[in-house]
């Protein structure tokens, strides 16, 4: 089983509509929490950390689930700028800051 | 530099060959990290540095493979007898010190081995 696991897709949205991808990840010591974004070609960046609590930031809220090993992301009012792989990234903790990937989620807007 | 700066781009070696890649981290970075990202994959960690001393190489996937960082800033990954299973895309990414951050990467050495 892989450490951290994901839809690859692709999913197709047409504009302006709402998607949500899931992640799940198998070390329940694991401390931190990102999602990450990948355009084709391109190295992938930050989107914005996961918090247990949940955390926003405009369009996209993040989800954590400690007691589910779950994390979750979800594109309100989807823009053709957000078409990209979205990788799901846990820190597994004990020092080193070494992060573990997911193989990404592809999501093409569409017209 | 701004951010993190790694060369070649692009890479193309025979195999049995040896090749460097190199990374120039944000300045004042302390932590310089290296990973590895196959097609339809994500990255996977090989090495990462705090300071000038190899912290934790256990992603290195066998000894053909090397990283060095001298002077606690720029870092080379050395691939000796390069194979075909090599070719990827190297990134190397900094942050300011090891802890629980998302750290920013480079945008990576596409190496392609024939």
């Known amino acids: 089983r892989k450490e951290v696991e994901q839809d690859p897709g692709p999913f197709n949205v047409p504009e302006g509509a709402t998607v949500a991808f899931n992640c799940t990840y198998s070390?329940?010591?694991?401390?931190?929490f990102f999602w990450y974004r990948q355009d084709c070609r391109k190295e992938p960046k930050l989107l914005m950390s996961?918090?247990?609590s949940g955390n926003e930031d405009g369009r996209f809220t993040a989800q954590l689930n400690r007691a589910s090993q779950y994390i979750s992301l979800l594109i309100r009012d989807s823009k053709l700028s957000d078409s990209a792989t979205y990788l799901c990234v846990v820190n597994r903790g004990g020092g080193g800051n070494k992060l573990t990937f997911g193989t990404g989620t592809q999501l093409k807007v569409e017209l | 530099g701004a951010g993190v700066s790694q060369t070649p781009s692009n890479k193309v070696t025979e195999k049995g060959k040896y090749v460097e890649l190199r990374c120039d981290p944000i300045s004042g970075h302390t932590a310089l990290y290296w990973y590895r990202q196959s097609l339809g994959q994500g990255p996977e960690f090989l090495i990462y540095f705090q300071g000038t001393g190899a912290a934790d190489d256990s992603g290195l996937p066998n000894d053909r493979f090397f990283a060095v960082r001298p002077e606690g800033s720029v870092s080379t990954l050395k691939i000796q007898r390069t194979e075909r299973g090599d070719s990827a895309v190297y990134l190397c990414?900094?942050?300011?010190?090891?802890?629980?951050?998302?750290?920013?990467f480079g945008s990576g050495t596409r190496l392609t081995v024939v």
């Open positions: 990414a900094s942050s300011p010190d090891s802890s629980n951050y998302g750290y920013t």
């Open positions: 070390n329940s010591a694991s401390q931190s």
């Open positions: 996961v918090y247990s």
